[in-house]
């Protein structure tokens, strides 16, 4: 297992996001893995573009959310907190209802720096976009 917190369950993970981004989407956590997180966001008006279809953006911020908490409940907070540096994502099949869900899994857990390989599909298991995230690991002085 992977997390600091070797006994890290949803309902840990769903306390984080009161009155975020996260919240306003509508995201919910789905599963702790041994080396995975997993997140839902439904697709509906306020996660759309205006043709009716998922926003891309929307697929960014459930890429950055999970990927930013996976870093988080990997670290030691007591030593260390963690920052996004950047966030890349292809949109490759469109959604125009339903859930999205998201998989975080690690490709570099390092002393510095974390890449999150972020896997987002619709109900039908389809990939919907791939997304990398790169995030910061900066000691407390």
């Known amino acids: 297992m992977i997390w600091f917190n070797k006994s890290l369950k949803v309902d840990d993970l769903q306390r984080l996001h009161k009155s975020t981004m996260a919240d306003f989407l509508e995201m919910e956590w789905v599963e702790v893995g041994e080396d995975y997180l997993r997140m839902r966001m439904p697709v509906i008006d306020k996660t759309k573009q205006p043709y009716g279809l998922l926003h891309g953006g929307a697929s960014c911020a459930l890429a950055e959310t999970i990927g930013s908490v996976a870093s988080a409940v990997v670290i030691n907070h007591e030593e260390y907190k963690c920052v996004g ?41 389809q990939l919907v976009c791939i997304s990398r995230l790169t995030v910061a690991i900066i000691p407390y002085f």
């Open 85 to 125: 540096l950047e966030i890349n994502a292809n949109h490759v099949r469109s959604v125009s209802s339903g859930f999205v869900t998201a998989t975080a899994r690690p490709l570099h857990l390092g002393k510095k720096t974390h890449v999150w390989d972020i896997r987002i599909e619709n109900e039908e298991k």
